[in-house]
């Protein structure tokens, strides 16, 4: 079990660019979560997928943000047109089976800065 | 939204004292889950408590849910410099599969 895994760990950015960031899951989970975090808060969901099938998305997700997860392997968060507001870390987590029976296991996220 | 409130927001302790976070929530769960998020570093899943369950242990943890109140806490015995972290309390409503989470309690432990 070689963790959850996230690229990069930190990335800076001007606003208006796009950016990328990447999530690695532990092998066998077939799912997988993103979230995003602001200073002082709790994560907030913005997506999970279920292998390739992206099953929920949270309305904070908006037209700027799309999430995949090809082959139901790693998966990638992308935001075009970054905002100030975009600030935050992204955090990734995966989970054997359904929340009731299986925790979420945690990247050390993606802090991103848009200046 | 947020389903889960902890309380207090933060607090300090002196290292081998007790501390006691809580947990409220608005609608019916299916579980409870209580987590522990060091500076700078993602989640670590601590314990989970089905709707079913009053109590729970966990080495120094026990947790307690009383659905009736929408209510948990969260105790750690003994505490530990090395228990300085924010704790988070995370739920899920009826048949959605995404996890909540609360604003955390920053719990600082003083050697």
């Known amino acids: 079990d070689t963790g959850v895994s996230q690229n990069p760990r930190h990335k800076i950015t001007k606003r208006g660019q796009n950016v990328t960031f990447r999530c690695d899951p532990i092998s066998e989970h077939n799912r997988l979560y993103w979230y995003r975090q602001t200073l002082g808060q709790g994560p907030e969901f913005l997506t999970y997928f279920q292998n390739e099938a992206q099953l929920e998305k949270s309305r904070l997700l908006s037209d700027r943000f799309s999430a995949e997860r090809p082959k139901g392997s790693f998966s990638t968060l992308e935001i075009q047109r970054t905002e100030q507001g975009d600030s935050a870390m992204y955090l990734c987590?995966?989970?054997?089976?359904?929340?009731?029976?299986?925790?979420?296991?945690f990247g050390n996220g993606t802090r991103l800065t848009v200046t | 939204s947020q389903q889960g409130e902890e309380d207090p927001q933060a607090l300090s302790i002196q290292e081998g004292e007790n501390a006691t976070m809580n947990c409220s929530y608005k609608?019916?769960?299916?579980?409870l889950q209580w987590y522990r998020q060091n500076s700078g570093r993602g989640l670590v899943h601590l314990i989970l408590?089905?709707?079913?369950?009053r109590e729970k242990h966990s080495g120094r943890l026990r947790v307690t849910l009383d659905t009736s109140k929408k209510s948990s806490s969260l105790l750690i015995t003994a505490s530990r410099a090395a228990d300085t972290a924010s704790y988070f309390c995370a739920t899920a409503q009826g048949g959605s599969e995404k996890l909540v989470f609360g604003k955390g309690t920053k719990l600082t432990v003083n050697p």
């Open positions: 987590a995966s989970s054997l089976g359904d929340y009731s029976n299986s925790p979420l296991h």
């Open positions: 609608t019916s769960i299916n579980n």
């Open positions: 408590i089905r709707s079913n369950e």
